[in-house]
């Protein structure tokens, strides 16, 4: 897989990935109500990527695309799908790469990826790692309410917590946190290192459990609140809706997780707005720390720094909420590169790039071969102008279809058409189970979540169906470079048939690419099975 790294060649790599950011939530992407400057200097002194694309936009997935730099439809892992990573399969991300290549890894903040028979809780992952600092699941605004590991802490709120947890790692004399996961007193001065920092915000479970405690920052409290908060584009309140953007048959729109009902009504939506703008100022802030920290241990002109995001998040735009679709809100995301021992051609580049080349682009700079595994592409060659994206399309899918009444779709798109194909919505509805449920005493939670045996079968169906000639019922045309915010379907028009019909036909090469070759590397992770 590649040489033994050195800590004098081989520059460190961290990568950070955000939850629940769409693309314009920072300044230097457009966002007028919070500023991120840190975060804009990557962008301007590095390369900001102005067309990334996640293939997954829902949490589990997404994180397993960029781990394993695999499409869903290969790597087989999603909420509903009744599987985990398995073992074997967790070889070929690239944290086990570098750490086989010689560097010293870490994870900061959540893990959001089951692994093993017993996912959650089979301890591989957190042994995995050189130093890991990180809770299973959801980390929640106030971390040490819910996760032991992080009780040492000073601080209360999630994104001071993990800035304690770079600081740690960064350590060369002797880590602090006695429930940290370490193999090694601290970080080894004369290795390079490969650190994974994964926030929870501005998710907006976590933004909703903001209590404005008196131990939290300012920022948390009264930021953005003497401001009037501007409705998203194209907002429209439940009530209002006339023409929704998806029909009843394909979206369910009445079980969507009530996490989201937050979008319904103009105030809740702006209440929740400013918590997820207070929370960029956060993300900014832990950023400055971040690169003070590498200042302080003098690494930071040999320390390359990524930052996305695993999903966009709708906030009312066309009556929608959640993510789990195929539009842009849902799929398009920020993708900064900075590399401080390069100038790059251009501070924006434009080639159509994806959330699973973030793995394949990590190993290359540390000199590590990429497995054939990965369907990725490496983007390194980029800095320097030196090649252009052999992809012709992304390509991006929602196989998270089940009670909540999401529609499964996919899509491709360059940098003029998306094409969006919808599949039969039959899936059973979340209120009407909660409902019947509580006729018999069951608890909510227990209705609506956790994957049973015959989960597993209903989804290898959702991911083989289209691929053995599963209709679509209802399809969406749009012509991205006209319409970036998808407003006009086109498929029903005569004068874009042609057009059509040609992304049909290469829609079904990308699905086919998409799928590759062989069963899913994963191992049963069912309520049945533990």
Same mark, same amino acid.
């Given at each position: 897989?590649?040489?033994?790294?050195?800590?004098?060649?081989? /520059?460190?790599?961290?990568?950070?990935?955000t939850?629940?950011q769409?693309?314009?939530?920072?300044?230097?992407t457009? *966002?007028k109500?919070?500023q991120?400057?840190?975060?804009?200097q990557?962008?301007?002194?590095g390369?900001?990527?102005?067309n990334?694309?996640?293939?997954s936009?829902?949490c589990t997935?997404?994180r397993?695309?960029i781990?394993?730099s695999?499409y869903?439809r290969?790597?087989?892992?999603?909420?509903?799908?009744?599987?985990?990573?398995s073992?074997?399969?967790?070889?070929?991300?690239?944290?086990?790469?570098?750490?086989?290549?010689?560097y010293?890894?870490?994870?900061?903040?959540?893990n959001?990826?089951?692994?093993?028979e017993?996912?959650?809780k089979?301890?591989?992952i957190?042994n995995?790692f050189?130093?890991?600092?990180?809770?299973?699941?959801?980390m929640?605004?106030?971390p040490?309410?819910?996760f032991?590991?992080f009780k040492?802490?000073?601080?209360?709120?999630?994104?001071?917590?993990?800035?304690?947890?770079?600081s740690?790692?960064?350590?060369?004399n002797e880590?602090?946190?006695?429930?940290?996961?370490?193999?090694?007193?601290a970080?080894?001065?004369?290795?390079?290192?490969?650190?994974?920092i994964?926030?929870n915000?501005?998710h907006?479970?976590?933004?909703?459990?903001?209590?404005?405690?008196?131990?939290?920052?300012?920022?948390?409290k !009264?930021?953005?609140?003497?401001?009037?908060?501007?409705?998203?584009?194209?907002y429209?309140a439940?009530?209002?809706?006339?023409?929704?953007k998806l029909?009843?048959?394909l979206?369910?729109?009445?079980d969507?997780q009530?996490g989201?009902?937050?979008?319904n009504?103009e105030?809740?939506?702006?209440?929740?707005?400013?918590r997820?703008?207070?929370?960029?100022?956060g993300?900014d802030?832990?950023?400055? *720390?971040?690169?003070?920290e590498?200042k302080?241990?003098?690494?930071?002109?040999?320390?390359?720094?990524?930052?996305? !995001?695993?999903?966009?998040?709708?906030?009312?735009?066309?009556g929608?909420g959640?993510?789990?679709?195929?539009y842009?809100?849902?799929?398009h995301?920020?993708?900064?590169?900075?590399?401080?021992?390069?100038k790059?051609?251009?501070a924006?580049?434009?080639?159509?790039?994806?959330?699973?080349?973030i793995? /394949?682009?990590i190993?290359a700079?540390a000199?590590?071969?990429?497995?054939?595994?990965?369907?990725?592409?490496?983007l390194?060659?980029?800095y320097?102008?030196?090649?252009q994206?052999?992809?012709q399309?992304?390509?991006?899918?929602?196989?998270?279809s089940?009670?909540f009444?999401?529609?499964?779709?996919?899509?491709?798109q360059?940098?003029?058409?998306?094409?969006?194909?919808?599949y039969e919505?039959n899936?059973?509805?979340? *209120?009407k189970?909660?409902?019947?449920?509580?006729?018999?005493?069951?608890?909510?939670?227990s209705?609506?979540?956790?994957?049973?045996d *015959?989960?597993?079968?209903?989804?290898?169906?959702?991911?083989?169906?289209?691929l053995?000639?599963?209709p679509?019922?209802f399809?969406?045309?749009?012509?991205?470079s006209n319409?970036?915010?998808?407003?006009?379907n086109?498929?029903?028009?005569?004068?874009?048939?042609?057009?059509?019909?040609k992304?049909r036909?290469?829609?079904?090469?990308?699905?086919?690419?998409?799928r590759?070759?062989?069963?899913p590397?994963?191992?049963?992770?069912?309520?049945?099975?533990?």
């Amino acid at each position: 897989m590649g040489c033994n790294a050195s800590a004098k060649t081989q /520059p460190n790599i961290i990568l950070i990935l955000t939850d629940d950011q769409p693309y314009g939530y920072l300044s230097v992407t457009g *966002n007028k109500i919070a500023q991120t400057p840190n975060i804009d200097q990557l962008a301007n002194k590095g390369m900001l990527f102005t067309n990334a694309h996640v293939t997954s936009a829902i949490c589990t997935p997404s994180r397993v695309s960029i781990l394993l730099s695999q499409y869903e439809r290969k790597h087989g892992v999603n909420f509903n799908s009744g599987t985990a990573v398995s073992k074997n399969s967790w070889e070929n991300s690239y944290p086990m790469l570098m750490k086989k290549a010689g560097y010293f890894t870490g994870w900061v903040g959540k893990n959001h990826v089951p692994l093993g028979e017993n996912g959650y809780k089979s301890g591989i992952i957190e042994n995995s790692f050189d130093y890991w600092y990180a809770s299973q699941g959801h980390m929640k605004f106030y971390p040490k309410d819910s996760f032991p590991i992080f009780k040492e802490a000073e601080n209360d709120t999630q994104l001071e917590i993990v800035s304690e947890g770079i600081s740690d790692f960064m350590d060369t004399n002797e880590h602090k946190f006695e429930r940290a996961i370490t193999f090694l007193d601290a970080r080894p001065k004369d290795k390079p290192f490969m650190l994974s920092i994964n926030l929870n915000l501005p998710h907006g479970a976590g933004a909703r459990e903001m209590a404005q405690r008196d131990s939290d920052d300012d920022i948390y409290k !009264s930021l953005f609140r003497d401001r009037d908060i501007p409705l998203p584009k194209h907002y429209v309140a439940k009530d209002d809706i006339t023409t929704p953007k998806l029909s009843a048959e394909l979206l369910h729109a009445e079980d969507r997780q009530v996490g989201y009902s937050y979008v319904n009504e103009e105030d809740t939506v702006k209440e929740m707005l400013i918590r997820q703008n207070q929370a960029m100022v956060g993300i900014d802030r832990l950023v400055k *720390n971040l690169r003070d920290e590498l200042k302080a241990h003098n690494v930071d002109d040999n320390t390359i720094i990524i930052f996305s !995001s695993d999903h966009g998040l709708f906030m009312g735009e066309h009556g929608l909420g959640g993510k789990a679709f195929c539009y842009e809100k849902a799929t398009h995301v920020p993708l900064i590169i900075y590399d401080p021992r390069k100038k790059p051609t251009n501070a924006t580049n434009n080639a159509l790039v994806q959330s699973i080349d973030i793995a /394949p682009t990590i190993l290359a700079y540390a000199g590590v071969k990429s497995p054939k595994s990965y369907q990725g592409e490496d983007l390194t060659g980029f800095y320097q102008g030196q090649k252009q994206t052999k992809r012709q399309y992304s390509f991006s899918e929602n196989l998270w279809s089940n009670h909540f009444g999401n529609p499964r779709c996919e899509s491709i798109q360059n940098d003029e058409w998306k094409y969006i194909r919808y599949y039969e919505n039959n899936n059973l509805s979340a *209120n009407k189970k909660v409902k019947f449920g509580k006729k018999l005493g069951m608890k909510t939670g227990s209705v609506l979540y956790g994957q049973h045996d *015959n989960d597993i079968f209903e989804y290898r169906e959702f991911v083989e169906g289209p691929l053995n000639g599963e209709p679509a019922v209802f399809e969406e045309l749009y012509h991205l470079s006209n319409d970036p915010e998808e407003l006009t379907n086109l498929a029903t028009s005569a004068q874009h048939k042609a057009m059509l019909n040609k992304l049909r036909k290469d829609w079904m090469t990308k699905l086919k690419s998409a799928r590759g070759q062989g069963a899913p590397d994963v191992v049963r992770y069912t309520v049945d099975s533990k």
